[in-house]
């Protein structure tokens, strides 16, 4: 099975298709929901470029990790949206830029009513609580995202800087989102213990496999923390059946049962999830699959979680 890494490498490869669409690319949706249609928002795409003028990191946390040799543009994305009914799109800082946030910067400033980004700052760095505020204050950001995974080179998640940082979260009112696995989750709700009216937002199901069901009481033990939401993303990568990937759904249903759907949201992860899923894909899995979902919590799911989080002021 692929790691997360060959995945994120995968999916940079992957991104060439969505270059050639970015050709067919439409003007910007203007559109929020279309009459009769549950309201969509997408909760996690990613958002790069090769322009000289927003370089590429050269090194990240994710040692196997290389630069994009495609192009993966808001235009695209906002193309995509278009043709499947996706009113609003939340962007994740890419980690190919690292700690600079200028790129997606730039996108928000460009397409303010379509898009709410999350940035990536540096958890080792003690002025990580001020650069939040400025990405915060000054460029419009909607939140921060730290990365902890298991070996000891992310150790900072149990660190002295993080309390600074997820207070100055919690006083700027953003939402921490955390992408990890299950090794670190305990270290996280260390943090969401200190900081129990911080809005806490857990990726991909923390990437749990559905046959390790141990693993899985550890995320469902946050169901117990009214401001931890959690991305039921990923269905994808973590099954092992093929779609609509009947392993994940029962898994996603589990989190139903604990979380309510007022705590779940959907989201493509695209152009990560491209070689797995074709955009249209992705959102069909989530709109027309999990058939155990009433209608009012597809509709949560689908649109008006996103929006507890991410208020785009649109109702639908
Ligand atoms: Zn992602």
């Given at each position: 099975m692929a790691t997360r890494r060959d995945l994120l490498k995968a999916g940079m490869a992957a991104a060439l298709g969505s270059a050639a669409l970015s050709r067919q690319a439409s003007a910007a949706s203007e559109g929020a929901t279309p009459a009769g249609k549950p309201l969509i928002i997408d909760s996690h795409v990613h958002v790069f470029e090769r322009n000289p003028a927003y370089p590429f990191g050269s090194a990240t946390t994710f040692p196997t990790f290389v630069p994009p040799t495609v192009d993966a543009t808001p235009e695209t994305l906002l193309a995509l949206m278009k043709a499947n009914d996706v009113a609003r799109t939340v962007l994740i800082q890419h980690i190919c830029y690292k700690w600079d946030n200028s790129y997606l910067a730039d996108v928000l400033k460009r397409y303010p009513a379509h898009f709410k980004g999350v940035c990536?700052?540096?958890?080792?760095?003690?002025?990580?609580?001020?650069?939040l505020s400025m990405w915060v204050q000054e460029k419009g950001f909607n939140g921060v995202r730290i990365s902890p995974f298991e070996d000891a080179r992310f150790d900072w998640i149990r660190g002295p800087l993080m309390p600074p940082l997820w207070q100055r979260c919690q006083a700027l009112k953003v939402p921490m989102t955390v992408l990890t696995d299950h090794s670190r989750l305990q270290d996280v709700m260390r943090l969401v213990e200190k900081f129990p009216d911080l809005t806490v937002v857990i990726d991909h199901m923390a990437d749990i496999r559905p046959d390790h069901p141990e693993q899985l009481a550890a995320l469902l033990a946050f169901a117990r923390y009214p401001k931890v939401f959690v991305k039921i993303s990923h269905m994808w990568s973590i099954s092992d059946q093929p779609y609509p990937y009947r392993d994940s759904q029962d898994q996603v249903k589990r989190l139903l049962d604990a979380f309510g759907a007022r705590r779940l949201m959907w989201g493509t992860d695209h152009p990560v999830s491209l070689p797995n899923l074709p955009y249209e894909?992705?959102?069909?899995?989530?709109?027309?699959q999990l058939s155990f979902l009433s209608e009012a919590d597809r509709q949560q799911i689908l649109g008006k979680t996103v929006q507890e989080v991410w208020p785009f002021g649109l109702t639908g």
């Amino acid at each position: 099975m692929a790691t997360r890494r060959d995945l994120l490498k995968a999916g940079m490869a992957a991104a060439l298709g969505s270059a050639a669409l970015s050709r067919q690319a439409s003007a910007a949706s203007e559109g929020a929901t279309p009459a009769g249609k549950p309201l969509i928002i997408d909760s996690h795409v990613h958002v790069f470029e090769r322009n000289p003028a927003y370089p590429f990191g050269s090194a990240t946390t994710f040692p196997t990790f290389v630069p994009p040799t495609v192009d993966a543009t808001p235009e695209t994305l906002l193309a995509l949206m278009k043709a499947n009914d996706v009113a609003r799109t939340v962007l994740i800082q890419h980690i190919c830029y690292k700690w600079d946030n200028s790129y997606l910067a730039d996108v928000l400033k460009r397409y303010p009513a379509h898009f709410k980004g999350v940035c990536r700052v540096n958890p080792e760095d003690p002025a990580a609580p001020d650069h939040l505020s400025m990405w915060v204050q000054e460029k419009g950001f909607n939140g921060v995202r730290i990365s902890p995974f298991e070996d000891a080179r992310f150790d900072w998640i149990r660190g002295p800087l993080m309390p600074p940082l997820w207070q100055r979260c919690q006083a700027l009112k953003v939402p921490m989102t955390v992408l990890t696995d299950h090794s670190r989750l305990q270290d996280v709700m260390r943090l969401v213990e200190k900081f129990p009216d911080l809005t806490v937002v857990i990726d991909h199901m923390a990437d749990i496999r559905p046959d390790h069901p141990e693993q899985l009481a550890a995320l469902l033990a946050f169901a117990r923390y009214p401001k931890v939401f959690v991305k039921i993303s990923h269905m994808w990568s973590i099954s092992d059946q093929p779609y609509p990937y009947r392993d994940s759904q029962d898994q996603v249903k589990r989190l139903l049962d604990a979380f309510g759907a007022r705590r779940l949201m959907w989201g493509t992860d695209h152009p990560v999830s491209l070689p797995n899923l074709p955009y249209e894909k992705s959102v069909a899995l989530f709109r027309d699959q999990l058939s155990f979902l009433s209608e009012a919590d597809r509709q949560q799911i689908l649109g008006k979680t996103v929006q507890e989080v991410w208020p785009f002021g649109l109702t639908g």
